[in-house]
């Protein structure tokens, strides 16, 4: 070994042991994130409210409330048995896709940036907060998904989740902006009690509750969540069961009493969630990667919150409540389960697997508890929450309380098949002893899951206090084992009966569920977003062959998109009485001659394929306005016109006599074209500048006095004149943000000229 594969070797190390560090950092703050959030919640909760931009009527409103402390004790404990999961899967995961285990460093940052925003979005109670922390949770999880950058599906998915989630919470933000527009404010309790039922509150509300559906992965915009599957294994169990796809149902929850105004939403709610049960259950029963089936699960498992959500009242608030709690906990340990097999036996098939229990006798037992609590068995967490399902399930009628007994059948069936696959019957695959971490956190959320179902109290108190939030009015949650023939009892039995039969006649049934399936592949969402996807991307090249073809195609597409948007802006704008026209006089000649030929000479420009004459024309426009200012009274406008254009011609000249030849393919094609498009173009382009021009010069007169005051508000400002003053706090946000746009893009030039790319 050489002295330089020495010091490499020495690098290495000390790369992966501060890598190390980080890991267990990032356990530490997951744990001291769990310490601050259950001492807040026990003391009885805290909040924050301070109006940090008063005129833009924005807030920094947080509270750890009933809702906030659910959501938070999930993110951060969850987080910390996802984090100490990580510290020995990661490295392991890393010499599988052969690269350096230092790049964990990354997994950890985006990791701790997750967390924090999930905290923050459940702590929320501004929608302008809100719309913050769930768009910051899009932006984390596309570099977590797109982990493995290195191989084109986990871009592709992570592409995939981002333009989904991203897009929903711009349309979250389109409702949050009509309610400011409606009632001036972005704060939900005031929402609460200035919003009325009513067309701009059902749109609203509308917009609000399809971001949430797409964060929580329902149907039909479900289809990016199987894709997501292409993260390493933390990543599915911390974002995709108590955090990402967690954000979409603790929207719903935090804004409820907004949604309650509108009944089509409600409806729409139950519409949604039944869908995506219906769709999560038979494709998890259809596929056979292990991620896949619990990714599908996932859908399935949030479209009960939803369908609770739609039914509203304390009992769906309740029930939705500790549902979230149940699913958490379940789902995140068998993501783990997931991920332990596949490092013992390399494979993440179901059926590659098989026989594990007698070699993994405590993996096998741990994500037991974790699947009886999802399939709601007794003893378990999760049978309290199929229980206060059915309650719920109840109130709206016998129709809904068959859907209820069937998708707790389906759960009962798929979850059933995913650990008997795993751990049962005879064995596939060699497995492999997996290190101690890998277990130790499912054996620890197994544990909670069980002590949920035996000692529910303090698990039904959390949920009831977020319920309270939720309903907008106190709830209670008495759940508890009961011994007799009342409904929720007869429909779980009801269930578990289905279930097992579903089980046991899973070839029929995993046929047709795969033939489910392959239609929605073929006609599903997905399919419809790939051919999009592929229809924007040629739409895309013909726009950039059209633009880069010459000048004129352009410039007509800034153009005409711009005299579009005027069009539509005095379209839809009340103009009456805010314009005026006035009377042409005789004064007025010499201008209007000289505005024609500036007009004359921007026609000769477009129509002359040579180079001289447009720029002899260029002049001649040019000096005609600077007459044209010189004869308004405007001298000193006119002398600097004169001097821009003297310079600018030369320098034309100059630059022409430099540049090679036109080709005559290039004229040819340009004579192609023909004059009609560039004159339509220009035509409509130019008519929307005039309109502009128009109602710029021709608008009423300002009050008198506006001026003197911004004149007199300077000193006030600490500004020595009106102009610094506009600049620096009238309109300061706007120069902060063109001084941000200016210095990125210095940057982004600076990082061409220094890589080559602009020679």
């Not at 309270?468 to 011994?483: F, I, K, M, S």
């Not at 046991?504 to 996807?533: E, H, Q």
Request: proline residues 4%; positive net charge; contains cysteine.
């Amino acid at each position: 070994m050489t002295m330089r594969d020495d010091e490499r070797g020495r690098r290495r190390v000390r790369r992966g042991r501060a890598t190390d560090v980080l890991a267990w950092a990032a356990v530490g703050l997951a744990g001291a994130g769990l310490a601050c959030a259950l001492a807040v919640t026990l003391s009885g909760g805290g909040s924050v409210d301070w109006e940090w931009a008063p005129t833009l009527g924005l807030r920094l409103d947080l509270a750890l409330d009933g809702l906030g402390s659910l959501y938070a004790l999930l993110a951060t404990g969850i987080g910390v048995a996802v984090f100490a999961y990580a510290i020995a899967y990661m490295p392991w995961h890393l010499d599988h896709e052969g690269r350096p285990r230092a790049e964990a460093a990354r997994f950890w940052a985006w990791m701790a940036i997750f967390m924090g925003s999930m905290v923050g979005l459940a702590c929320a109670r501004d929608l302008i907060l809100i719309f913050f922390f769930f768009d910051l949770t899009a932006v984390a999880s596309y570099f977590l998904i797109a982990f493995d950058r290195e191989r084109r599906e986990a871009r592709g998915a992570a592409l995939m989740a981002l333009f989904v989630t991203g897009v929903s919470a711009v349309l979250l933000l389109l409702g949050a902006v009509l309610l400011y527009d409606a009632h001036g404010t972005f704060e939900l309790r005031e929402l609460f009690a200035l919003a009325e039922p009513g067309t701009t509150t059902t749109i609203a509300a509308a917009l609000i509750a399809i971001a949430a559906f797409a964060k929580s992965a329902q149907a039909p915009l479900h289809f990016w969540l199987p894709r997501a599957m292409e993260a390493p294994t933390p990543v599915s169990a911390y974002l995709h069961s108590a955090a990402m796809v967690a954000a979409g149902v603790l929207v719903l929850g935090r804004v409820h009493p907004l949604l309650t105004r509108s009944e089509l939403v409600m409806d729409g709610m139950l519409v949604v969630g039944l869908a995506s049960i219906l769709i999560g259950s038979v494709l998890a029963f259809a596929k056979d990667e292990l991620k896949q089936i619990l990714a599908h699960s996932t859908i399935s498992q949030y479209g009960y919150v939803v369908v609770l959500y739609g039914i509203g009242g304390p009992e769906g608030a309740g029930a939705a409540a500790l549902y979230v709690v149940a699913h958490a906990l379940a789902k995140s340990a068998l993501f783990m389960t997931a991920g332990a097999v596949t490092v013992a036996t390399g494979e993440s098939r179901l059926s590659r697997v098989g026989g594990l229990a007698r070699r993994m006798p405590l993996l096998a037992a741990a994500s037991a508890l974790a699947a009886a609590s999802l399939a709601a068995l007794p003893l378990t967490i999760g049978f309290f929450k199929d229980e206060l399902f059915f309650g719920a399930a109840i109130e709206k009628g016998p129709l809904m309380q068959a859907a209820a007994v069937l998708a707790a059948s389906f759960t009962l069936a798929y979850i059933a098949r995913f650990w008997l696959g795993i751990f049962a019957g005879p064995a596939r695959a060699e497995a492999a002893r997996v290190p101690a971490l890998l277990v130790a956190p499912i054996a620890a959320l197994g544990a909670v899951s069980l002590a949920g179902g035996v000692v529910i109290g303090p698990f039904a108190e959390l949920a009831a206090n977020a319920a309270t939030v939720t309903n907008g009015a106190p709830v209670e949650l008495h759940p508890a084992y009961h011994l007799d023939t009342r409904a929720e009892n007869l429909m779980a039995l009801g269930a578990w009966a289905l279930g097992a039969l579903l089980l046991f006649g899973r070839p029929l049934v995993g046929a047709a569920a795969r033939a489910f399936a392959r239609a929605g592949d073929r006609l599903g969402p997905r399919a419809i977003y790939r051919t999009g996807v592929i229809a924007l991307n040629r739409f895309s090249d013909r726009v950039h062959d059209e633009e880069v073809r010459d000048l004129r195609n352009s410039i007509a597409a800034v153009l005409v998109p711009a005299g579009i948007l005027v069009a539509a802006a005095f379209i839809f704008t009340p103009t009456d009485g805010v314009y005026r026209v006035g009377s042409v006089s005789a004064d007025d000649l010499p201008i209007i001659g000289l505005l024609a030929v500036a007009a004359l000479a921007a026609i000769q420009i477009t129509r002359d394929p040579g180079r001289l004459r447009p720029v002899m024309a260029l002049s001649v426009l040019g000096f005609a306005l600077a007459a044209a200012y010189a004869v308004s009274g405007a001298p000193d406008v006119a002398l600097v016109a004169v001097v821009v254009e003297t310079v600018l011609t030369v320098v034309f000249v100059g630059v022409y006599a430099r540049l090679p030849r036109a080709q005559r393919q290039a004229r040819e094609r340009g004579r192609r074209q023909g004059p009609g498009r560039n004159a339509i173009a220009g035509g409509f382009a130019g008519l929307a500048a005039f309109v502009v021009i128009w109602a710029a010069l021709s608008r009423q007169p300002v009050a008198e006095g506006d001026a003197a005051r911004q004149a007199e508000a300077a000193p006030a400002a600490h500004g020595g004149d009106i102009v610094t003053v506009t600049l620096a706090d009238f309109r300061g946000l706007d120069t902060m943000v063109e001084i941000t746009v200016l210095a990125v893009a210095l940057l982004g030039v600076a990082t061409l000229l220094r890589r080559g790319r602009l020679w």
